[in-house]
């Protein structure tokens, strides 16, 4: 059974319903010169739950975060947990406790993995206090070396970091900023196997205590580490629920494969990437 698109409860994964932490999306619409990239979404995030947004290219996925996180105009409501974001700007959204990440990391290279945690750490501070390396370790920072498994690379340059270590060192400056939602825009793209395991885990470890969406083409990657899917087609949800429920949904299947296929519900196919539809345009 598939949860319509218009439901009001949370979709069922994670520690849903367990915290008053919450982000909630309401109406939520973005336009671009007459042309609805997010077209009246509504969705509900609590604590615990690892959200997947899927849909093919085009669809409002990428357009939807920047909504959330104000860096493109939007009308509708975005709350988390009861206070209003939308009309807020990307610094005070920041501050509340919503985060992001994009799809190449965003790390000083020349400065060290401690030091990039540190930068994170003191947002609020001064220009001057920047400056000045901390005579100790800020526990929130030991903390986010360990969870990310960055502690032995703690003096490392960030530019000399693997790709798939880059993307968890822009997670762990999000940890140390006490983001509480975190919305990854397709964090394992270009990574390896190994490292896109280390990644779901990695997910999996600080998603407990947050809501934590990450935007993604990789189906492989859905199936494994998911607890709940929204599908997003043409700026609307087309479908919500569980790995299993968004597989079954012949609405989802028509959308990937082109036919709403009877009988047993096939997996859902990857994304044609970004390249191959620029060169298909």
């Avoid at 047993?264 to 539809?277: C, F, G, M, N, W």
């Amino acid at each position: 059974m598939t949860i319509p698109a218009t439901a009001k409860e949370p979709v069922l994964g994670g520690n849903a319903g367990m915290s008053s932490e919450y982000l909630e999306v309401r109406d939520l619409r973005v336009s671009f010169d007459g042309f609805k990239a997010v077209d009246g979404v509504d969705l509900t995030l609590m604590q615990g739950d690892l959200r997947f947004l899927i849909g093919p290219n085009g669809a409002g996925k990428t357009t939807l975060v920047d909504a959330i996180t104000g860096l493109v105009p939007a009308t509708g409501s975005v709350t988390k947990s009861g206070v209003e974001l939308i009309g807020k700007k990307v610094h005070r959204i920041a501050r509340l406790g919503v985060g992001r990440t994009f799809q190449t990391a965003s790390v000083f290279e020349e400065l060290t993995v401690l030091q990039n945690l540190d930068i994170a750490a003191g947002a609020g501070r001064s220009a001057l206090t920047l400056l000045r390396r901390r005579m100790t370790v800020l526990p929130a920072i030991e903390e986010a070396l360990d969870v990310t498994g960055l502690g032995t690379l703690r003096d490392t340059p960030a530019g000399i970091l693997a790709h798939g270590q880059k993307q968890w060192l822009e997670i762990g400056m999000l940890l140390v900023q006490n983001c509480s939602v975190l919305l990854l825009d397709e964090p394992v793209a270009g990574m390896s196997h190994e490292e896109r395991d280390e990644t779901g885990n990695l997910l999996r470890r600080i998603g407990g205590e947050r809501t934590v969406v990450v935007v993604e083409h990789d189906m492989d990657f859905m199936r494994a580490f998911a607890t709940s899917v929204t599908v997003l087609h043409a700026g609307k949800v087309l479908s919500e629920g569980t790995v299993e429920q968004v597989q079954a949904d012949p609405r989802v299947q028509e959308v990937y494969l082109g036919t709403a296929a009877a009988g047993a519900a096939p997996e859902l196919q990857p994304e044609v990437s970004k390249e191959d539809s620029d060169a298909r345009a």
